[in-house]
């Protein structure tokens, strides 16, 4: 599924900066708070998709 494809991809990005974060970056900081921001978008697309496959499933 693209959706979910997308969303390991913006989860495997935001990696290095997170850890950058955690050793007192400010700027990494932002990055991140950023990326998760993208991650929530990417993982609600992934939920919207995996309930329209349900919903198909059910009508056929």
């Not at 290095?16 to 708070?33: E, P, S, T, Y």
């Not at 978008?41 to 499933?57: F, M, P």
Request: proline residues 0%; without cysteine.
């Amino acid at each position: 599924m693209e959706a979910y494809e997308h969303l390991k991809k913006v989860v495997a990005e935001v990696e290095d900066d997170v850890k950058r974060a955690v050793g007192g970056n400010k700027a990494a900081g932002v990055r991140v708070r950023s990326s998760m921001q993208d991650i929530k978008n990417a993982a609600q697309d992934v939920r919207v998709k995996i309930l329209e496959l349900r919903d198909e499933t059910q009508k056929a």
